[in-house]
Structure formats: structure tokens, C-alpha cells
């Protein structure tokens, strides 16, 4: 039996929890200080451009297809063990592209390079996407539009939860409201992690207070922004700074476009997600920390993402704000998206954690590979 703990239950430990509980031969404990799907998982768009990015070779492209492809039997698959209803969209990304900056020659390129490595990837015309999509308004700016018939969006939360639902009732443990104070490698095979629960124990010089400690073989720090603070303890810097990022509810008074095509729209980084009830998410801004300090929610850059989506949609300038929400993605300093690896000097500590704007994207492919790394 190999003892797993994994730091952080919002969608990438979620997942990887999930992976590890089909294999009798773990057993697996997750610990956060939150409710699961919180921080960064809970203010996610769960928009999954894999196949319309221009990544196409290397690490970052295999783990977006290998995602893509494990959600196709993910969704169904947790649906059926768990009885929850996960909002699932499954026609595509629309992409709208102007004419500055844009080469469509690029697109060209990568719509050959799909179709060889078995996906699909489209170039629209303008007048295509007023058929299909009569509710956007295109300018003289929009020159074609790029259609991912194969990208999804999934509602970030429904899926974490489902994910904790279905790992528990295959063993796993789960520990929530439960702060991980500090690890300690106790020996080459086994480290120990310190909760801040406490025990009452008889000592000869009287009544004392000892923390408890829980052993493992095998660590996972998938907390996110927290990460850097769990493996402080052990003399490692996990750089992962903060960038956030600020999205909108909406309901609509009146049906949007076409009710038999309702797939993502971007445009300028800016997306316009359809769900049910004529409602609809609309995000998001990227705001940086300025100094190193703490980062205010910029009104004005929300402002300016909501005025976007109108002009790309204008039925939306008579919908009712029904929220608005911001959260902090976690972004690797220095180096790539995300951190998929063994701590340097301690190979039992595994690090999943810095996946910046593609949490829910990798999340599924980040399990795979914990679960490779830890069963070779």
C-alpha cells in the first residue's frame, strides 16, 4: 500500500485524487484548507481551447490532447457513477478574427496541421457566421472566423465536486478546512506533513501540546497559488505569482442567436460562454500585480471586457448582471505553464500546480501524469 497526500482539492487535485482512487494499491488522503472548486477553480470560464491553440508540438500540445480526448469520457463517466448533472458544451469555440494583426495564413497552417494529427479545425467566412450565428454583429474589422468543432467548456465547479463525489466513494479521504502547516522529508522513503490540530499528551515535565503529524510515502502539492508556501518547509521555492481575473453573470431578457448552435464565442480574448436559461458568462480581464503587491480588481478593465462583448453581441447590452466575480490564477515565474514535476532533491514530493489560464483545460492529463510518475 502506498500512502498518497494530496495539498489542494480545487480542480487539478480534484482530478488527479480521481486518477489515483481506480488503484487499490494507493491510499490516498486530500487536504485543504477550503471547500473544494474554491480559489482560482471556482472563477474559471472552463473554456478549453485546446485544439484552436497554436500549440502544436512539445509537452503543452500532448497534454491538451490527451485532456480533450479523456473529457469525451470523463463527463459520462462521473455522470453516471456520481447522479450529478455536469454542464457539458460540445459545439465548439468560435473564434471571430479581425483584420489587424491577424494572418490567415496562419490559420491555414494549423487547420493542416489538425487535420494530420486527427482533429478538426474550420475557416469561416463572414457570411457563414451570420447564418449560424445571427445574434453577432460583425463589422468591417471581422475578416473570417476560426471554428473548433472539438473544443469544449465545462462548468468548473459542477466537474470538481463531481470529481470529489466519485473519488470518495472509491476510498479516498478527504480532509477540507484542514491547513497543511509545513512537510518534513523523514527519511528517503517516507515524509511527514504537520497539520495544525493539536493533541493533549502526558509529559514527564507535565502536560504538553504536540501537533499532529501524518507520514506518507508519496506528496502532492497541487494547491495553486498556496504552493509555494507548503513546500517553503522544505528549503524549496516554487515561484507562482498571482494574475488576476475578473468575469460577469448575465440573463438575457430574450433568446440570443441560434438555439440549435450555441457555442463559445471569442473574440480578443474576450468570451462569451452560453449556459441554460438564456444566461451567459462573459470574462476575462488579465490583471497583473503592480510592484509585487497586492492586485485591486481593476472596474474599469471589467468595464471594458463587458463593452467588448457587447459590441461582438449586441442583445447582451439589455441582459441583467446577475454576479460579478474575480479570482487569482496561479502563474509560474520565470518558465512554462504549469509545473508538472518532482520537487528538485525530493522525488517522493510531486508538484502539479502554476497552470495559469488552463487549469480546467490540463487538469485531466495533469492526473495522468501524476499518476504515471508515481506508479513507475
Not at 472548486?37 to 473554456?47: D, E, I, R, W
Not at 473529457?71 to 455536469?86: D, F, H, Q, S
Not at 528538485?344 to 489560464?357: K, T
Request: proline share 6%; charged share 20%; with cysteine.
Amino acid at each position: 500500500m502506498i500512502r498518497v497526500a494530496i495539498i489542494g482539492c480545487g480542480i487539478v487535485g480534484a482530478s488527479i485524487a480521481f486518477e489515483l482512487s481506480q488503484f487499490p494499491e494507493l491510499k490516498v488522503t486530500v487536504f485543504d484548507k477550503q471547500p473544494p472548486a474554491q480559489g482560482s477553480t471556482g472563477a474559471a470560464l472552463g473554456v478549453l481551447m485546446g485544439v484552436i491553440s497554436h500549440k502544436t508540438k512539445g509537452r503543452n500540445w500532448q497534454l491538451r490532447g490527451t485532456s480533450l480526448q479523456r473529457y469525451e469520457t470523463l463527463i459520462p463517466e462521473l455522470e453516471a457513477v456520481t447522479g450529478r448533472k455536469i454542464p457539458f458544451n460540445k459545439q465548439g469555440i468560435l473564434m471571430l478574427c479581425s483584420a489587424e494583426g491577424e494572418d490567415l495564413s496562419k490559420w491555414e497552417k494549423l487547420v493542416a496541421t489538425r487535420e494530420s494529427q486527427g482533429w478538426k479545425l474550420e475557416i469561416w467566412d463572414v457570411e457563414r457566421v451570420r447564418d449560424r450565428c445571427p445574434h453577432l454583429y460583425l463589422n468591417d474589422k471581422i475578416i473570417a472566423a476560426i471554428y473548433s468543432p472539438q473544443d469544449r467548456q465545462v462548468d468548473p465547479t459542477a466537474l470538481t465536486l463531481a470529481l470529489v463525489d466519485a473519488a470518495e466513494r472509491n476510498g479516498v479521504i478527504f480532509e477540507f478546512g484542514v491547513e497543511v502547516e509545513g512537510i518534513t522529508q523523514l527519511n528517503s522513503q517516507v515524509s511527514q506533513i504537520q497539520l495544525p490540530s493539536s493533541i493533549t499528551v502526558n509529559m514527564s515535565s507535565g502536560t504538553g501540546i504536540l501537533p499532529v503529524i501524518e507520514n506518507f510515502d508519496r506528496l502532492i502539492v497541487a494547491a495553486g497559488l498556496g504552493s509555494a508556501a507548503v513546500t517553503a518547509s522544505l528549503n524549496q521555492l516554487v515561484d507562482i505569482r498571482p494574475v488576476l481575473g475578473q468575469a460577469l453573470h448575465l440573463r438575457s431578457p430574450n433568446p440570443l442567436g441560434n438555439r440549435d448552435f450555441s457555442p463559445v464565442i471569442t473574440c480578443d480574448d474576450v468570451h462569451i460562454v452560453p449556459l441554460e436559461n438564456q444566461e451567459y458568462w462573459v470574462g476575462a480581464t488579465v490583471e497583473f500585480s503592480e510592484n509585487g503587491g497586492e492586485i485591486q480588481a481593476n472596474a474599469d478593465m471589467l468595464g471594458q471586457v463587458m463593452a467588448r462583448a457587447i459590441a461582438l453581441c449586441p442583445g447582451l447590452a439589455e441582459a441583467e448582471i446577475i454576479r460579478k466575480w474575480s479570482g487569482l490564477r496561479p502563474r509560474p515565474e520565470g518558465r512554462p505553464a504549469p509545473i508538472i514535476e518532482t520537487l528538485p532533491g525530493n522525488d517522493r514530493v510531486l508538484i502539479a500546480s502554476g497552470h495559469y489560464r488552463n487549469g480546467v483545460l490540463l487538469a485531466p492529463a495533469t492526473a495522468r501524469s501524476i499518476r504515471e510518475m508515481i506508479l513507475q
